[in-house]
């Protein structure tokens, strides 16, 4: 009995043990974050020997915010999960492709989206922008959903447009599955990557205002009262927490058990804005790690102008047709109205020396075309590319410094009477790519040239073209009716044939050939007839056989014929 009862236990026990199992194998499979347990000393005093073993975070790195230098990483090539820290993602396509003063409906399932400590109700009608201050201030993983359905109309249309935009950025290790960052094995980035989409959302100032922002006040909706959120960034500077930072602009925070705790963030001093993006470190970790990594960065970094050091090296470019006293050599200078706040770069001190002794052989010149005068003062005429080791290109307009005018030849026109004196003897007229014009009809044979010749070969040449035209479809109408007509006749030639043999009572069973005409029976004549008129190719068939037929033949008196009167001869009365 007991045996039994333990056979028909035993499969409904297996499928339990296989349900208690599966959920541990795949947590096993998914990529756990381990931040460092314990780091070694690191001296405040000294912020440029900063040393990835310094580092709680599991992979880190620091890059320059203006030109994506990558200025201190480590591991920065794992992959791990982002937690949170997606929103950023989120609110660059979001930037890109909604309305922020646009009002929406949220629906079920965003609403119904948790762990998070603020929601939307369903049905509730909120402005885009509310979301996106609710999304990267308190990281409400609700908004970020409606969001996503409100652009592609699903979560996982959304997640594959993410996707598609990092590539375009150039991460090469990076998939998204949703929105918000809760854990997904389909849902990864490394550090290196996401350090190029945080640099390409902190382009948008929308997006650089909500991050910079401590709290935010949300009116009532149609579902929801008055509501208001906190910034989670305790490094802030007006947080008045312990972290606070006064070079911080702002950042996302971002945890699960799966990543641990994840941070990007932005900050500015004296003109060098510095990116950090921390993985895999602890709740603490996350701010000391940010600020050794911003202050080795404003430490061990400087920012430089480009355009001082061109100033201080600039070109000159010949120009062909300068007048003699003016001279051929054009200085090149950067254009006024340019926007030169973002022609800076970081390098270190050594970097800096090296550049600026030897700024000419990281930059190349481009002209537009050969220069040629007159040129005015302030036209752009090249450009100027700026390239380094991790930096660049960087183009730099250049305009002309000073206007240069064409070489003046004086010449003496003939004699021109005007009311029976003479006009001036001396007249002068500019000379163009060296040439002298003379007179105040020296523009005449060309304004002919422009106003008849061109017109009348234009004329003739359409003419002749529409000559060809016409001659070429008459041609084609003839060859075509020609073609109809051989149709036609071969036609009928082989229907009176069929009819002749007819009428003399031979069957045919296979064509028959006679003194070298074909003769076809009715379904060939037909097939034949049909080809030859479409154009096609007609088929030879094989030679034509008359058979015998198949009965005795007529005599001549079944057939109709009577003998024939002799001519002298009567017969009867």
Known sequence: MVFRLFRRALPLLLCACLLLIWPAEAFAKLKQAKPESGISSYSAGSPGDLSASNLWAQSAILIDADTGRVLFSKKAGEVLYPASMTKIMTALLVVENLELNSVITVSKTAAAVGESKHYVDEGERIPVRDLMYGMLMTSSNSMA?????????????????????????????????????????????????????????????????????????????????????????????????????????GGKTGYTNAAQHTFCCLAERDGVRLIA????????????????????????????????????????????????????????????????????????????????????????????????????????VATLRFEYEGVGPIDLPLVAARAVNTEVVAVTPPPTQDGGGLLSPNFVAPAISGQVVSGSNAGFPLMLVVAVVIPGLLFLFLLGWLMVEIRKNSKKKRAERRKQKDAESLRKYLARRQRADESMGVTLRAPVQRAGTRHLPGEETARVARDYGEGRAVARPAPLQLRPLEREPLTRSERGYAPRPRRGFHSGQ
């Open 277 to 380: 993006v921390m993985m895999g470190t602890t709740a603490e970790g996350k701010w000391l790690d940010a600020k050794k990594l911003f202050e080795y960065g404003f430490a061990e970094y400087a920012s430089v102008s480009l355009a001082e050091m061109y100033n201080n090296y600039p070109y000159t470019a010949s120009v062909q047709g300068a007048a003699k006293a003016e001279g051929g050599e054009l200085m090149l200078s950067l254009a006024e109205d340019a926007d030169f706040s973002r022609l800076r770069i970081l390098v270190s001190k050594a970097e800096k020396a090296k550049i600026e002794s030897n700024f000419l052989e990281y930059t190349t010149l481009s002209t537009e075309g050969t220069l040629v005068a007159p040129i005015q003062a302030g036209q752009r």
């Open 145 to 249: 959903a409606a969001l996503a359905e409100e652009m592609s109309g699903s979560v996982s249309g959304f997640a594959a447009a993410m996707t598609e935009r990092a590539k375009e950025l150039g991460c090469e290790n990076t998939s998204f599955a949703n929105p918000h960052g809760l854990t997904s094995e389909k849902h990864y980035t490394t550090v290196s990557d996401y350090a190029k989409i945080v640099r390409e959302a902190l382009k948008h100032e929308e997006i650089v205002e909500i991050i910079h922002t401590s709290s935010y006040s949300v009116g009532a909706t149609n579902t929801h009262e008055k509501r208001s959120y906190q910034n989670s960034n305790t490094m802030l500077p007006d947080s008045g927490a312990k972290y606070a930072e006064s070079y911080v602009i």
